[in-house]
């Protein structure tokens, strides 16, 4: 790896990148192989093909366990996962789902596929998620069910929606695909409201290669999700509501229950990282790293930053200048979801703090494969452009 020297060493003008192979900000991260294989062997034992139990059954148990729930179901992925809970928890004859703008770009088509309309709230400017104070002034005589979604680097105020969710009796479903491993109050993240959903695809912190689950203490929800899933199954095929096809295979969930017996690992090598990252970047004017909250259990996973009024570039030419060195960078839920065109019916107010934030935000690569070396290096890389502002914006930078 080459530090710049000159300007004309960028790789968008035309240098070598930085990294040979590609630092995304996706996870990635490896269980022991022989952790993996070992869940798998029961696949080739004849006595296996014959039980009633399966390894999703497994991660199932261990996934309650793990979350302090009764219940944990486990689905194809994160989409359908929210999508069924939706369609279960919306109250009948409304449809409207109150939900953040600034989020996962496809929360709204999961919200379609549930017949919902979204009615989009605005976000916190300190937890940047929805709170009860920005959905309260959303929730009307339509409205079937509230969504809280936690953001990237700790939880949304969940205990004040939940509490809100009471007081206007409308159901409320958590996504809490980024806030896996969290605590919130010091309570653990997968009991509170109605449901929670969780995904455990390869770029999440639980890795299952694909995979979601929903974990609850409702009964009737659990029913409604065996039969739903899987409408081949004898309680698919006696019920009369609208199934998909949406189980999780048993390689899926051997991966997944690898992944989470090396959890408590993960979050500590997730720990060295972002504390070197921290201690690196308090030398870069005009970054400022999202802190964890360390009175709660944290992933420590995603290293977002914030680019303040001392960063003199824009935040699409400083995304466009680390990706050409494979620092696979990206906008934290940019664009935001109101802004984006979209084939169904949405409904929104004025969000200037939705476009503010969404126009602020980058992650940095992290993940299984970002070393102490890359991220010295790309620190070196931002420190390099923030010297150098004054000549990158006199000269074009493609995107
Ligand atoms: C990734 C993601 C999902 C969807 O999960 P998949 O398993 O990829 O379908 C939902 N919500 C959030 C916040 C996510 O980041």
Not at 6 to 30: E, H, M
Not at 41 to 54: E, G, V
Not at 245 to 264: C, K, Y
Request: proline share 5%; hydrophobic share 40%; aromatic share 8%.
């Amino acid at each position: 790896m080459d530090e710049k020297q000159r300007i004309d060493d960028l790789a968008v003008f035309g240098g070598p990148p930085l990294f040979r192979t590609p630092r995304s900000t996706s996870n990635l991260v490896r269980p022991d192989i022989n952790v993996f294989l070992g869940y798998t062997k029961a696949l080739f034992d004849p006595k296996h093909a014959r039980s009633r139990t399966s390894i999703v059954e497994d991660l199932e148990r261990e996934l309650a366990r793990f979350h302090e729930t009764k219940y944990c179901v486990a689905l194809s992925n994160g989409f359908w996962t929210l999508a069924l809970a939706m369609k279960y928890l919306a109250m009948p004859g409304k449809t409207e789902i109150v939900m953040p703008s600034l989020t996962y770009r496809r929360m709204a088509d999961v919200a379609a596929w549930a017949r919902l309309t979204p009615h989009y709230c605005e976000v916190d400017p300190e937890t940047l998620a929805m709170s009860a104070e920005t959905a309260e002034p959303c929730i009307n005589q339509n409205t079937a069910l509230l969504l809280a979604v936690h953001p990237i680097v700790n939880c949304c105020d969940i205990e004040g929606l939940v509490a809100l969710s009471k007081r206007k009796q409308v159901p409320i479903l958590v996504d809490a695909v980024e806030s896996a491993y969290e605590t919130a109050g010091g309570k653990k993240v997968g009991s509170f409201g109605n449901a929670e959903c969780f995904s455990l695809h390869a770029s999440k912190l639980i890795n299952g290669f694909e995979g979601g689950y929903l974990t609850t203490n409702d009964k009737d929800l659990v029913t409604f999700l065996l039969e739903a899933r899987n409408p081949e199954s004898a309680l698919g095929r006696a019920s009369v509501q609208c199934g998909i096809d949406a189980r999780m295979n048993e390689v899926h969930a051997a991966m997944a229950l690898a992944s989470l017996q090396d959890l408590h690992h993960q979050v500590e090598r997730n720990k060295h990282r972002y504390m070197h990252y921290k201690r690196l970047l308090e030398y870069v004017p005009g970054i400022e790293l999202l802190a964890f909250n360390e009175k709660e259990r944290c992933s420590y996973k995603n290293i977002v930053v914030r680019l303040t009024s001392e960063w003199k570039l824009s935040r699409e030419v400083t995304l466009s200048i680390l990706q050409a060195e494979n620092a696979i960078a990206r906008p934290y839920y940019s664009p935001p979801l109101h802004l984006k065109p979209a084939e169904y019916m949405t409904i929104f107010a004025d969000m200037p703090i939705t476009e503010r934030l969404a126009c602020e935000f980058v992650l940095l690569p992290c993940g299984y494969f970002v070393s102490d070396d890359d991220t010295e290096s790309i620190v070196a890389l931002l420190l390099f452009m923030h010297s150098n502002a004054d000549e990158l914006n006199s000269r074009r930078v493609t995107q």
